[in-house]
């Protein structure tokens, strides 16, 4: 079992839905949990990153952190076509040492 | 916010070369950089802890003779693929940490647009 679990989609929603993206994990230490956004042939470009736990949100991105379930979230409000990319969840622990681990990305196409 | 900047963001060179890449920390210190290694339709691959004033760190199965590290100052950090073949074409990505500790983002990463190389 992968540390970090993301279904790599394709997910296809028309434009002005909400998107839900969503990874669990098994790794009850993780403590930092972040978002990035990836156009192809681009690095990836951080959305996101909640440490610890909770809710926190930044215009149409929200993102819910849910230890207890060992499940996070990332939700895309009025979605547009230029959100249309790959979208990677990381975790890592803390201390400076820690390394991030990814989920393998979810692709997201946001059609007109 | 922090930026990470990477030169060139695009090569092509012929096989038994050495390429370099460069990643640049603008308007902040980066410590410790990571280079990471991506192929198509797949998640990023560690390849190496990049540390200023020390040896870099190697991922497990990543050849230290063949991806040579420097950290030479607290802003750069380069990338050599040495005697390149076509099996080390790749997408190329450096990054650092945004923060310092706690809710800052010690551990959250922010990074370079990436250097695509091709090997012929």
């Known amino acids: 079992q992968k540390e970090v679990e993301q279904d790599p989609g394709p997910l296809s929603v028309p434009e002005g839905a909400i998107v839900s993206l969503n990874c669990t994990y098994s790794?009850?230490?993780?403590?930092?949990f972040m978002w990035y956004r990836q156009y192809s042939r681009k690095g990836p470009e951080l959305l996101m990153y909640?440490?610890?736990?909770g809710n926190k949100e930044d215009g149409r991105f929200t993102a819910q952190v849910d230890k207890s379930s060992k499940y996070i979230s990332l939700f895309i409000r009025d979605s547009q076509p230029s959100d249309s990319a790959t979208y990677l969840c990381?975790?890592?622990?803390?201390?400076?040492?820690?390394?991030?681990?990814f989920g393998t990305g979810t692709r997201l196409q946001v059609t007109l | 916010g922090a930026v990470v900047s990477q030169h060139p963001s695009w090569v092509i060179c012929k096989s038994g070369t050495s390429v370099k890449i460069e990643c640049r920390s603008l308007?902040?210190?980066?410590?410790?950089m990571f280079w990471y290694r991506q192929f198509p339709k797949q998640s990023l691959m560690l390849m190496a802890t990049?540390?200023?004033?020390?040896?870099?760190?190697?991922e497990q199965g990543v050849e230290k003779d063949k991806f040579l590290i420097n950290h030479a100052s607290l802003t750069l950090s380069t990338l050599t693929v040495t005697s390149a073949h076509p099996e080390d074409s790749s997408f190329y990505i450096c990054?650092?940490?945004?923060?310092?500790?706690?809710?800052?983002?010690?551990?959250?990463?922010?990074f370079g647009a990436g250097s695509r190389l091709t090997v012929l």
């Open positions: 990054s650092a940490r945004l923060g310092t500790g706690g809710a800052s983002g010690a551990n959250v990463l922010t």
């Open positions: 790794n009850s230490a993780f403590q930092y």
């Open positions: 909640t440490y610890s736990s």
């Open positions: 990381a975790m890592s622990y803390t201390g400076t040492a820690s390394k991030l681990t």
């Open positions: 308007d902040f210190q980066a410590t410790t």
């Open positions: 990049s540390n200023e004033g020390s040896k870099a760190t190697y």
